[in-house]
Every structure is written in C-alpha cells, then in structure tokens.
C-alpha cells in the first residue's frame, strides 16, 4: 500500500538546524511531483516548497526561500527538507505530500502522517 512516512522533526533553538526526510513506498515515486506542507496551530495547511518529478525544478514559499532547500532522490524514493536558520514561526506540522504527474496517475494525492518541528526563541 501506499506509504509515506516522515522523520526527522523535532525541537531546536531559533537559527538551528533540521532535515526532515520522507521515505515513500507503494507507488512510482518517479512520476509524482512532491511537496512538503506545514501546518501551524490554529491556521491552514500551506505549501512550504515542491520539486518536479526528476528535481528539475523547484519553487518556495516567500517565507522560507533562501533557507529552506528541497531535494529528492528518486533511486531512494525520499525526498528531503533541509531547514537552516529557523524561526519561531517555522513551528509546526510538516507533511510530505505526493502528487501524480504522469499519465494515469495524475488524479492521484498522498499526504504522510506528519511531523512536528518546534522552533523556540
């Protein structure tokens, strides 16, 4: 069956570091575009960044680019965030999402179940 699973989240001290990986099974992970999302309390999911199915390109949230980086290997089927000079308003639940972009599977969606990053002042 379809999984994807995150690691990688956790608690660290404003400007630190974090990688959070998704390791995705169960599908072609070479013909989905993947994403990863964020979810603060008491506000909606939003993008955070997404990279092509071969990591061609890739496009940020305003909020993150120049210290978020996005990557993927597709021999590994995982896909990467490497988080560096966090802020507190980085907290929050961050999901991996696969979306199909290949004929026949363009319809299908996929979410993990999340992990959570803690960022304090």
């Known amino acids: 069956q379809v999984q994807l699973v995150e690691s990688g989240g956790g608690l660290v001290q404003a400007g630190g570091s974090l990688r959070l990986s998704c390791a995705a099974s169960?599908?072609?992970?070479?013909?989905?575009?993947m994403s990863w999302y964020r979810q603060a309390p008491g506000k909606e999911r939003e993008l955070v960044a997404r990279?092509?199915?071969?990591?061609?390109?890739?496009n940020y949230a305003d909020s993150v680019k120049g210290r978020f980086t996005i990557s993927r290997d597709n021999a590994k089927n995982a896909v990467y965030l490497q988080m560096n000079s966090l802020k507190p308003e980085d907290t929050g639940v961050y999901s991996c999402?696969?979306?199909?972009?290949?004929?026949?599977?363009?319809?299908?969606?996929?979410w993990g179940q999340g992990t959570q990053v803690t960022v304090s002042a």
């Open positions: 169960g599908f072609t992970f070479s013909r989905y575009a």
């Open positions: 999402n696969a979306k199909g972009d290949w004929v026949g599977v363009r319809e299908n969606d996929y």
């Open positions: 990279i092509t199915r071969a990591g061609g390109r890739t």
